[in-house]
């Protein structure tokens, strides 16, 4: 198994909080992604890293943010949590793109009240 | 850009039974495409992947998939279904220098004794 790690795996947070999920790999790979699942959605990209410091935005960024300083973490912020932003968040790396193979963690489960 | 049509919410099958699942992809170029299963409370695991050459690929777990060009569809596929294959199912695609998957909305699959 990829050796990926996702903290915290649950939390319950009120309306206005900010919020910082951390994912945290030891494969050294290049590549980082946030996803967020939904029912009847699947999985949708929030944000993801193509190297240290370098982030870019996917379908779902507003109202998220991202940073990687460090090869192996990838975090994700919430500023001021919604309602809308509860959901599961899963964390996803992979080596090179061409071989299109991602390796998710097992997810993160944010509540929102 | 690309997207991921699964047609189908939910399958019940019968153990033993042969189960195929659908997809269709929107894309104008030769795709990457993917199946991804995930088991309750687990991240998502790749199954198999189509890149390039034979259009009918073997992955794991005894599952199969066909790229048809003509119908936009890499259908899915397992000849006889096990209680363990009770799960979800994603697919997926992505291409050639891009650091993105997209991912359709999910089959869950129920498995009946």
């Known amino acids: 198994d990829a050796g990926i790690t996702q903290s915290p795996r649950h939390k319950v947070t009120e309306t206005g909080t900010p919020v910082t999920l951390r994912c945290h790999q030891t494969?050294?790979?290049?590549?980082m992604y946030w996803y967020r699942q939904d029912p009847g959605h699947g999985l949708r990209l929030i944000h993801y890293?193509?190297?240290?410091?370098?982030?870019d935005k996917g379908e779902v960024s507003d109202g998220y943010s991202v940073s990687r300083s460090k090869t192996e973490d990838f975090l994700l912020t919430l500023e001021s949590a919604t309602s809308s932003q509860t959901s599961v968040y899963f964390c996803?790396?992979?080596?090179?793109?061409?071989?299109?193979?991602?390796?998710f963690g097992e997810g993160s489960r944010l509540t929102v009240l | 850009a690309q997207s991921v049509t699964q047609p189908d919410i939910h399958i019940t099958v019968s153990e033993g039974a042969s189960l195929e699942l659908r997809c269709n992809y929107s894309y104008g170029a030769t795709p990457y495409l993917f199946w991804y299963v995930q088991s309750p409370g687990q991240g998502l695991q790749l199954l198999l992947k189509?890149?390039?050459?034979?259009?009918l690929v073997q992955g794991i777990k005894g599952f199969e998939a066909e790229f048809k060009r003509s119908q936009s569809s890499f259908n899915l596929r397992k000849p006889s279904v096990h209680w363990s294959d009770a799960a979800e199912y994603f697919c997926?695609?992505?291409?050639?220098?891009?650091?993105?998957?997209?991912f359709g909305a999910g089959t869950t699959v129920t498995v009946r004794a």
């Open positions: 189509y890149f390039s050459g034979d259009t």
């Open positions: 494969e050294n790979h290049r590549y």
């Open positions: 997926a695609v992505g291409r050639s220098n891009d650091y993105k998957l997209s």
């Open positions: 996803a790396i992979s080596a090179d793109m061409n071989t299109g193979e991602l390796f």
């Open positions: 890293s193509y190297g240290v410091k370098d982030t």
